[in-house]
């Protein structure tokens, strides 16, 4: 059974740019969140998707957005990189009945130069 | 709002020794009470919860009780062993707060645990 799978694992990018994570869920899993995770924190909740709809967003300017898919993967758009925006991007997946226990994946490092 | 607080770290110990790392919260609601493990490189494993007011999480010998009167949640496990160094985080989630619309785990800032050999 895989588990929670994340593309790419690192990735490299300028200011201004733009950049896509992909992730797909646990098997039998309906529910995808993103968070963000810097150097030495905690992960910060960016958002959560539920049948291909936010749910729930949290304190993220609008310049993050995302998707999900009828087959529950989902992606992490991210526009006008920032030097701010270098974490570990987590997607975590659940059930919606049942969402608080959540499963994450290895997450991907996005480094902006 | 939810917030969650751990003791700060680095918490170094010698293999065998007992582990406490302390958390406490700040809810609206009645939350939820999780720990995650972070081994080096990789994403966060669900290590133990308690959903309700006295209930004990147990998982691989680690241990921590929902204290509600002190709002805390601390960490036990009475022998660490090497394979236990890893990032421990204390999260919660509060479904009642935003009227029943709240889907997001609140994480501390996390506490580093070095056990050496």
């Known amino acids: 059974d895989a588990g929670v799978t994340q593309s790419p694992t690192h990735l490299i990018k300028t200011r201004g740019q733009q950049v896509t994570l992909r992730c797909s869920p646990k098997s039998g899993h309906d529910t995808v969140s993103w968070y963000q995770q810097a150097l030495g924190q905690g992960p910060q909740f960016i958002f959560q998707y539920y049948e291909e709809e936010e749910r729930q967003r949290g304190n993220f300017p609008d310049r993050f957005s995302g998707h999900q898919f009828p087959n529950y993967s989902s992606e992490l758009n991210v526009n006008a990189l920032l030097l701010g925006d270098s974490a570990l991007y987590l997607c975590?997946?659940?059930?919606?009945?049942?969402?608080?226990?959540?499963?994450f994946g290895p997450g991907t490092r996005l480094l902006v130069l | 709002g939810d917030s969650v607080t751990q003791m700060e770290g680095p918490v170094t110990l010698s293999e065998e020794a007992f582990l406490t790392i302390n958390c406490t919260y700040t809810?609206?609601?009645?939350?939820?009470l999780f720990w995650y493990v972070q081994y080096p490189g990789e994403g966060l494993q669900l290590l133990l919860k308690a959903t309700k007011a006295d209930d004990k999480g147990s998982n691989k010998g680690f241990e921590a009780t929902y204290r509600k009167e002190t709002t805390s949640f601390h960490l036990e496990k009475g022998s660490v062993q090497v394979s236990d160094s890893a990032v421990y985080f204390c999260a919660l989630s509060d479904p009642t707060n935003s009227g029943g619309s709240n889907y997001k785990l609140t994480f501390g800032k996390g506490t580093l645990l070095t056990v050496n050999p």
């Open positions: 809810a609206t609601g009645y939350p939820s």
């Open positions: 975590a997946s659940s059930l919606a009945r049942g969402w608080e226990t959540q499963y």
